[in-house]
């Protein structure tokens, strides 16, 4: 079956530091990639998507590319900021026989990010 | 303002009590889903609907029970067969683009979290 693997967190870093999260897949066919955020007690924010091979979703600074040869999409970003604390999940959704689009979402188990000032 | 609500935002119940989640998108969204939150775990389907009066089970199905009467409202009943309810409920939704097969993103409620005791 589909399944995302996330790099282990805590990620404890300090303001203006470089991120990378890691995130690697197995699924069949050809899914879409997305990275969400979740803040303390709220829902999820879908932060960028990417939806076939060599895309590169991009916002708020963050970026990430869907490579195909290495089934990842790695989350970075140049400097963070304390405000970008919080948890990142990286999913995926499979495209379904039929052309029909809604998508089951897999989740990574989430990685906690701890920005300092 | 388009989005969705999800009510209430904390709720106790006692072992042994059906207890009904509340999901209501104004987004004009085909598709609702509803997920579970465990401490330090991704996101798991319980349920989801692609269309009204029409949904199928998803990964944890068993001890839930949905209905969709409505387009725009996707209730989640947590029954006392659920043995392990206490957690974070999330409700989603997305568009449905039939034929073209990407999978689109799931935009999320800010979410329930049910404590049965």
């Known amino acids: 079956g589909d399944s995302v693997t996330q790099m282990e967190g805590p990620v404890t870093l300090s303001e203006e530091a470089f991120l990378t999260i890691n995130c690697t897949y197995t699924a069949t066919g050809y899914p879409s990639l997305f990275w969400y955020v979740q803040y303390p007690g709220e829902g999820l924010q879908l932060l960028l998507k990417a939806t076939k091979a060599d895309d590169k979703g991009s916002n708020k600074g963050f970026e990430a590319t869907y490579r195909k040869e290495t089934t990842s999409f790695h989350l970075e970003k140049g400097s963070v900021q304390v405000s970008d604390s919080a948890v990142y999940f990286c999913a995926l959704s499979r495209r379904l026989a039929g052309g029909t689009s809604y998508g089951k979402l897999t989740f990574g188990q989430g990685t906690i990010l701890t920005v300092h000032p | 303002d388009g989005g969705i609500t999800q009510s209430p935002k904390y709720l106790f119940r006692k072992e042994g009590q059906n207890v009904t989640l509340s999901c209501e998108q104004n987004l004009n969204h085909d598709a609702m889903y509803w997920y579970r939150q465990d401490p330090g775990q991704g996101l798991r389907l319980i349920y989801y609907?692609?269309?009204?009066?029409?949904?199928q089970k998803g990964d944890i199905a068993e001890g839930y029970s949905v209905s969709r009467e409505k387009k725009e409202s996707f209730p989640l009943t947590v029954t006392s067969a659920q043995k392990n309810p206490t957690a974070f409920y999330l409700c989603?939704?997305?568009?449905?683009?039939?034929?073209?097969?990407?999978?689109?993103?799931?935009?999320f409620g800010p979410g329930t979290r049910l404590t049965v005791t």
């Open positions: 989603a939704s997305s568009i449905l683009l039939r034929g073209t097969g990407v999978p689109q993103e799931q935009y």
């Open positions: 609907s692609q269309i009204v009066n029409d949904f």
